[in-house]
């Protein structure tokens, strides 16, 4: 080859040659694309709940009837038709709803996933964790109704006093829903714990339960966290299974009280359905507080996303 | 890691690690003969349809070191697996014959493969220490097989014989692997004697280390064989004279060709192919 022909040859430029710049501006336009999407909703959700504030409705030029953020934040009822907007009767039903789901999903999803990731054959897993994604994918409307028509009759056999609408069974099928996440990012985080540590174990004489708590599951702590967190941000913003059995009287239950269980409420989902489903009128107080209340839902989630990102760095091993 | 050396009782030097075969091999006869800890007879394992030894019959000492040297894919890790039962975890793996730890056949149907494997422990090739502290790595055997004691006591002497103490006595609470390499590979033998077993199966425990840190490892190797039965599988066949009694070497195949006392293994091999091996003509 003669020393034009190399010259020629290894100045190409395939880099910036126009198919490889079209592929990148395609790449680059989608990844923007999902971005800007996401930061309009948050803008719009900000820029609307703004309205509803009496402190920032003047910033955004707002004039109308507004609500303090105070009144707001540390009210107990929910009364939009009279004007009261108090969010702590939507966000005590909804966070006893979400300890009621972890309660039912933390442990169940757990053992579910040490039994998928130490005891099963493979047979065994073969079968099981496709019929866990297919629990995934029940419409969850389906398993309001399901705990409208079983889980509260079973309820009401043991507590007779309970309502037809509750938080008992607003919570358990909220577990039950998020059991397959919970236990397949747990069996992600513990499938990846490295074999020699089991072998370790077992090399000491340990048990098959002494291997897989003591060894596994403290190694994969933090994916098994991350898991707890991400389904729980599920159940909080989990809509129409609850919205179907948990109710549609607003009231503030005490948190604290297992008794509250018994009783029906209207987590923050639900109030934001009955909102858009109800005839307030556009630009009134109690569409904006849609958008408030959206907000703090929002609010709530993302604390939650940061939490899990935090705990999971925190217990990473490094193996 | 070796700001220590200087502390530990057998500083590393040249002499050490050009041991010569006589020297390790005089030990027998310094010692008195030993009895037979674990008896392979006709022993043969399959992988699914793959033959991965084949009818192996030898006699184990008892606190001796008994080298297992050969080429990759002899069998000699599988045949240390099958000691402590390890290749039950393997699905595809079937054990023949009969393997005596001590008169009883461990392959029998009623025996515990947990209860054997607390009287059999094993250092593995990549030093595996758990994600824990220093402490409870050394404390887990303790715990699992229900120890009574005084664990602060016990984890202390564990540590002191596998030459790791003088290293990480100020830093008990802080996870094992935070340690170099050859240190968790310490680390991994104070684990595996501190429940106090009667073996110590060892798979090519320096494989993944440097020169010093192996030194240190031999050394120690040398010291445990004073109370435990050491049996080490290793493709290093300086490493097998300079530190063990008896040595079995085996060929591809999964066939032992011999297995004498390393001196005469070494010096006098039985057959070419074994001589061919151990100097070097090929594997």
């Known amino acids: ?319 | 890691m070796d700001q220590s050396t200087d502390e530990s009782p057998d500083p590393i030097d040249e002499s050490v690690i050009e041991t010569n075969v006589a020297d390790a091999a005089t030990s027998d006869t310094a010692r008195g003969p030993a009895d037979t800890i674990v008896e392979a007879r006709n022993v043969d394992v399959f992988y699914d349809d793959v033959q991965a030894l084949d009818d192996i019959s030898m006699s184990i000492p008892e606190q001796r070191v008994t080298a297992m040297v050969g080429p990759s894919g002899c069998g000699k890790s599988t045949f240390l697996r099958c000691i402590n039962r390890m290749n039950d975890r393997i699905d595809a793996a079937r054990v023949e014959g009969e393997l005596r730890l001590r008169e009883k056949n461990v392959y029998d149907d009623d025996v515990d493969p947990v209860a054997l494997r607390r009287r059999v422990g094993m250092v593995f090739q990549t030093p595996n220490p758990f994600p824990k502290s220093i402490y409870d790595n050394v404390a887990y055997g303790l715990e699992i097989q229900g120890i009574d004691g005084d664990y602060d006591q016990l984890v202390e002497e564990s540590l002191r014989r596998a030459a790791l103490w003088d290293e990480v006595s100020d830093q008990l609470h802080e996870s094992g692997l935070d340690l170099s390499g050859g240190q968790q590979q310490r680390l991994c033998i104070a684990r595996a004697i501190a429940p106090d077993p009667e073996i110590v199966l060892m798979d090519e425990p320096a494989s993944a280390l440097d020169p010093v840190a192996t030194s240190k490892i031999e050394d120690l190797i040398t010291d445990l064989a004073e109370e435990y039965t050491v049996i080490i599988v290793t493709h290093n066949m300086q490493q097998a004279a300079r530190i063990s009694d008896k040595t079995a070497v085996f060929l591809t195949g999964g066939e032992l060709v011999e297995f004498g006392d390393t001196e005469q293994v070494f010096q006098n091999p039985g057959s070419d192919r074994v001589e061919d091996y151990i100097t070097g003509k090929f594997g």
């Open chain 1, 1 to 319: 080859m003669s020393t034009d022909d190399i010259e020629a040859d290894l100045t190409r430029n395939t880099e910036n040659a126009p198919s490889e710049l079209l592929a990148r501006l395609f790449f680059f336009v989608c990844a923007v694309l999902s971005v800007v999407t996401t930061a309009s909703i948050i803008v719009l959700l900000v820029s609307e709940a703004a309205k509803f504030f009496s402190v920032t409705a003047p910033l955004v030029g707002f004039a109308g009837e507004t609500v303090s953020v105070v009144e707001f934040l540390t009210g107990t009822t929910w009364q939009v038709n009279s004007g009261e907007f108090g969010v702590l009767a939507l966000v005590s039903a909804t966070l006893l709803i979400t300890v009621g789901a972890a309660i039912v999903s933390v442990p169940l999803g757990v053992a579910t996933a040490i039994y998928l990731s130490e005891y099963a054959s493979r047979r065994a897993r073969r079968i099981l964790k496709p019929a866990l994604e297919i629990l995934a994918g029940i419409p969850t409307v389906v398993y309001g109704f399901f705990a409208l028509l079983y889980i509260t009759p079973v309820i009401q056999l043991v507590f007779p006093d309970t309502g037809t609408f509750n938080l008992a069974s607003a919570s358990i099928v909220v577990g039950i829903m998020i059991i397959p996440m919970v236990a397949s990012i747990s069996e992600d985080a513990m499938s990846a714990v490295p074999e020699e540590l089991r072998q370790a174990g077992y090399g000491m004489g340990a048990t098959k339960f002494d291997v897989s708590t003591g060894v596994v599951v403290p190694a994969a702590l933090s994916g098994i966290f991350s898991s707890f967190i991400l389904a729980l941000s599920r159940a909080i913003g989990e809509t129409m299974a609850v919205t179907v059995a948990a109710g549609s009287q607003a009231a503030f239950l005490q948190p604290w009280n297992p008794a509250s269980y018994l009783e029906g409420a209207l987590p923050m989902t639900a109030a934001m359905i009955q909102l858009l489903l109800s005839d307030i009128t556009g630009g009134g107080l109690g569409y904006r507080s849609l958008f408030a209340v959206g907000l703090t839902l929002f609010a709530l989630t993302l604390s939650m996303n940061i939490v899990s990102d935090l705990i999971a760095q925190r217990y990473r091993e490094e193996y």
